[in-house]
């Protein structure tokens, strides 16, 4: 059975930093597309960030260079370092597998594209709120 476990939101003032860690079981990171959302009340699910079987990582353009994704393979465990933070980040964040978008182009168009929720697996989120 596959799960993810998402941690590492809070509350922080602009300017600050998160890191969000996503944990796997039942599945290998290395074999899936893995991707980083975000969704506010009212507004439709975004992608953040994604990160290919092969390692290749893709971000939306909001995020300007302050996010970075990373995985660490001994842990099984996907992480979104994100600095900078403004008070539109304020989000409640998910990390998703997919084990089908095998490319990088595909999984850069599933985590980063209109087709998010054909994301085979997903976390229950964790609140990130950003103050000015």
């Known amino acids: 059975q596959v799960q993810l476990v998402e941690s590492g939101g809070g509350s922080v003032q602009a300017g600050g930093s998160l890191r969000l860690t996503c944990e796997a079981s039942g599945l290998i990171y290395s074999s899936y597309c893995m991707g980083w959302f975000r969704q506010v009340p009212g507004k439709e699910r975004e992608g953040v960030a994604g990160f290919d079987s092969s390692g290749a990582t893709s971000y939306a353009d909001f995020v300007e260079g302050r996010f970075t994704v990373s995985k660490d393979h001994a842990k099984n465990t996907l992480y979104l370092q994100m600095n900078s933070l403004k008070p539109e980040d304020s989000a409640m964040y998910y990390c998703?597998?997919?084990?089908?978008?095998?490319?990088?182009?595909?999984?850069?168009?599933?985590?980063?594209?209109?087709?998010?929720?054909?994301?085979?697996?997903w976390g229950k989120g964790t609140l990130v709120t950003i103050s000015s």
């Open positions: 998703a597998a997919d084990r089908d978008s095998t490319t990088q182009l595909s999984c850069r168009r599933r985590t980063l594209g209109r087709h998010w929720s054909g994301m085979d697996y």
